[in-house]
């Protein structure tokens, strides 16, 4: 079982520069969702998404874009990198909208 | 405001003892209470839920936590570790409909030999 797959796993970019995160799911869950891991502040929602063609910004949505054209996939874009963006990036699915969260393995950007 | 506090940033404990996590949470009807755990490098993935009924419930990995109302709080308990445990752990709360969890900043469990 595939589950949640994010890539890349690394990201090395400068500030200024543009990129996507991938985001797919295997599970026909509506519900997915993007966040950001920081030493010590634990994870917070950047945006979210309740099914396709449906987003919604999250506690942290600033600098960031997000699409669902499809169930399976939420990209997530950084629209101009900035250092304070260096973090560990979470997709996650859930199935009925009840916090039973589905994690990918993480994708770590550094903004140099 | 909804809010999660794990008052312990890291844990140690010896192989064999028993292990107490602390979370506590504000919210003013009964939430939904959840357990997190993460291993380095990996994503986070559930222990155990309470939604309603039995407040004490059980997890997979022989993780059990209790739901105590008038403590707000949500406190995850294994009686014996593994050095399989060190991991991160999380505690979640998520508040009727809304399905945005409100986390913790996450307590680090240590194994001693």
């Known amino acids: 079982n595939a589950g949640v797959t994010q890539t890349p796993k690394f990201q090395v970019l400068k500030t200024g520069q543009s990129m996507t995160l991938q985001c797919a799911q295997d599970?026909?869950?509506?519900?997915m969702s993007w966040y950001r891991q920081d030493p010590g502040m634990g994870l917070r929602l950047i945006h979210y998404?309740?099914?396709?063609?449906?987003?919604d910004q999250g506690e942290v949505p600033n600098g960031y874009n997000v699409s669902r054209s499809t169930t399976e996939d939420f990209p997530l874009r950084l629209l101009s990198a900035a250092p304070s963006q260096t973090s560990v990036y979470f997709c996650?699915?859930?199935?009925?909208?009840?916090?039973?969260?589905?994690f990918g393995e993480g994708s770590r950007l550094t903004v140099l | 405001a909804q809010s999660v506090t794990q008052p312990d940033i890291h844990i140690t404990v010896s192989e064999g003892a028993s292990l107490e996590l602390r979370c506590n949470y504000s919210?003013?009807?009964?939430?939904?209470l959840f357990w997190y755990v993460q291993s380095p490098g990996q994503g986070l993935q559930l222990l155990l839920k309470?939604?309603?009924?039995d407040t004490l419930v059980q997890g997979i990995k022989g993780f059990e936590a209790e739901f105590k109302r008038s403590q707000s709080s949500f406190n995850l308990r294994k009686p014996s570790v593994h050095w399989s445990d060190a991991a991160e752990y999380f505690c979640?709360?998520?508040?009727?409909?809304?399905?945005?969890?409100?986390w913790g900043a996450g307590t680090k469990l240590i194994i001693k030999p």
């Open positions: 996650a699915s859930e199935d009925r909208g009840l916090g039973e969260l589905f």
């Open positions: 599970m026909n869950h509506e519900y």
């Open positions: 998404s309740v099914g396709a063609g449906i987003t």
């Open positions: 919210y003013g009807a009964t939430p939904y």
């Open positions: 309470y939604f309603s009924g």
């Open positions: 979640a709360v998520g508040a009727g409909s809304n399905y945005q969890l409100i």
